[in-house]
């Protein structure tokens, strides 16, 4: 049975763990490669392929990290909702208990207004305030694997550097 990229675990080693090591300055190969050694053709293939292995780990690595935020998530919005709805059915109770008790000093309308506007201005604030929450909030970003880029990116830059 074939093996599918998002089967295996992703690769977290740094590109320096995967890629195999750099031929010291004194080994210097001829033009013609030797028994053992390869042809430019056959390196070049084996760069490409080993690029698109590393551009297949880092989305694996990606879409791990995505799948385990958003499962969170999921389940941390259910339980909010959960207590939102159980808080509104007891704020609804409250707002019945409060008109009733200020029903025994006002007329039952103005009990019923004053609790009215006191919910509204309660409504109010809680907007505003959950409005400037969402604005601080970040995007969910896969940073393991925007990390794991940027490392990747510097570690060949350093070794093209270094040629």
């Known amino acids: 049975m074939r093996e599918r990229p998002g089967d295996r675990a992703p690769d977290t080693r740094s590109l320096d763990e995967r890629l195999p090591a750099?031929?010291?300055v004194g080994d210097r190969s001829p033009a013609v490669p030797v028994a053992g050694e390869h042809s430019v053709g056959e390196l070049v293939h084996r760069a490409t392929e080993?690029?698109?292995?590393?551009?297949?780990?880092?989305?694996?690595?990606?879409k791990?990290?995505?799948?385990?935020?958003?499962?969170?998530?999921?389940?941390g919005g259910g339980l909010l909702?959960?207590?939102?709805?159980?808080?509104?059915?007891?704020?609804?109770?409250?707002?019945?208990?409060a008109t009733a008790a200020l029903s025994l000093?006002?007329?039952?309308?103005?009990?019923?207004?004053?609790?009215?506007?006191?919910?509204?201005?309660?409504a109010?604030?809680?907007?505003?305030v959950g409005r400037a929450q969402l604005?601080?909030?970040?995007?969910?970003?896969?940073?393991e694997m925007l990390g794991s880029?940027?490392?990747d990116v510097e570690a060949i830059k350093e070794r093209a550097h270094h040629r």
């Not at 080993?50 to 990606?62: N, P, Y």
């Not at 007329?107 to 309660?122: K, M, N, S």
């Not at 109010?124 to 505003?128: E, H, P, T």
């Not at 604005?135 to 940073?143: G, L, Q, W």
């Open 22 to 24: 750099e031929p010291s």
């Open 50 to 62: 080993q690029l698109s292995q590393l551009v297949r780990q880092e989305m694996a690595l990606a």
């Open 64 to 75: 791990a990290e995505l799948t385990q935020k958003g499962r969170r998530m999921g389940r």
């Open 81 to 97: 909702g959960a207590a939102g709805a159980v808080g509104y059915v007891g704020l609804i109770a409250l707002a019945g208990a």
């Open 105 to 122: 000093a006002l007329p039952v309308w103005a009990a019923a207004l004053v609790v009215t506007a006191l919910l509204f201005a309660i």
């Open 124 to 128: 109010s604030v809680l907007a505003i």
């Open 135 to 143: 604005r601080r909030a970040s995007p969910p970003t896969p940073e």
């Open 149 to 151: 880029v940027k490392a």
